[in-house]
């Protein structure tokens, strides 16, 4: 089998110390090595010069083995679903991760496989930390502008039959500080 190929490569990897995750990622862990370990036991098998099982991204319910893995070139392709990559890309996939998150999944990735998570320059965690807060902006803005909408479709006609003004006045502050609580 191969799951005893990551003992043997370990001694190849040198880390970086301020090499990017992704390219750690793509040195250190070979992506049959992944690809064992999600497809489990007997889950690949060799035909020709690749491995072929049954894809293991969990939105691709394979009937037949269309996934497979070249350990030459150490990339993956799945003739089901059409995607493929290497081994950064397949722990993305599989572990759900933004496009933009591939240094996430990789350093991950490492993790998984016991590899040292290369150090980043402190300039890298400032600019994510920038991203980070822009990110959070535009995602508070979006959710109350949908709150806003919400309220004025739902509750405002509601309110609209209350005929005394001072009344409605009342309720609608009340009714606001509640929407804003529960549509979070
Ligand atoms: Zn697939």
Request: hydrophobic share 40%.
């Amino acid at each position: 089998m191969i799951a005893d190929s990551t003992q043997e490569r370990i001694p190849r990897y040198r880390g970086v110390s301020y090499a990017r995750p992704i390219d750690a990622a793509k040195q250190a862990v070979p992506i049959v090595d992944l690809a064992d370990r999600l497809c489990g036991p007997g889950g690949l098998r060799r035909v020709g010069k690749e491995w072929a099982g049954r894809c293991p991204l969990s939105d691709h319910e394979d009937r037949t083995p269309s996934f497979t893995v070249n350990a030459e070139k150490n990339v993956f392709f799945c003739h089901g679903c059409l995607r493929g990559g290497d081994v950064v890309e397949l722990a993305r996939l599989v572990w759900g991760h933004d496009e933009r998150d591939a240094h996430v999944a990789a350093a991950y990735l490492l993790m998984e496989f016991g590899f040292e998570v290369p150090q980043q320059p402190p300039a890298w965690f400032r600019k994510q930390e920038r991203q980070h807060h822009t990110r959070a902006a535009i995602e508070e803005t979006r959710r109350n502008i949908v709150r806003r909408r919400l309220f004025r479709h739902l509750i405002l006609p509601l309110l609209d039959t209350i005929e005394d003004e001072q009344e409605r006045e009342q309720e609608l502050r009340r009714a606001w500080y509640e929407f804003k609580r529960v549509a979070a």
